[in-house]
């Protein structure tokens, strides 16, 4: 079964930074584009980075833009995403997400992780 696992989730103070994890399958990792989604209460599941199979093409959220930093660790087939100063409204559920690209315009395919937790609070 294919699968993604996010880690590195937790709850950190307004600038501070954290870096979180996703672990997938060699099939998905070298097959599919990779993305994070993010969820807040009450919102709609947004993209926050992505980039191609090869790593080519990057794309950001205008919103985390010079902040977070989406990189690939190929050895591991995991893909990270480092979050620096945070702040309050970045607190979500953040997935991990195999998918493509059309064009500039990536496209999620129904290859979820179950989430992890990032709570930004004084």
């Known amino acids: 079964q294919e699968q993604l696992v996010e880690s590195g989730g937790g709850l950190v103070q307004p600038g501070e930074s954290l870096t979180l994890s996703c672990a997938a399958s060699?099939?998905?990792?070298?097959?599919?584009?990779m993305s994070w989604y993010r969820q807040a209460p009450g919102k709609e599941r947004e993209l926050v980075a992505a980039f191609t199979s090869n790593g080519g093409r990057i794309n950001y959220a205008d919103s985390v833009k010079g902040r977070f930093t989406i990189s690939r660790d190929v050895a591991k087939a995991t893909v990270y995403l480092q979050m620096n100063s945070l702040k309050p409204e970045d607190t979500a559920l953040y997935y991990c997400n195999a998918g493509s690209y059309s064009g500039p315009e990536y496209y999620p395919y129904d290859y979820w992780g179950q989430g992890t937790q990032v709570t930004v609070s004084s």
């Open positions: 060699r099939f998905i990792f070298s097959s599919y584009a």
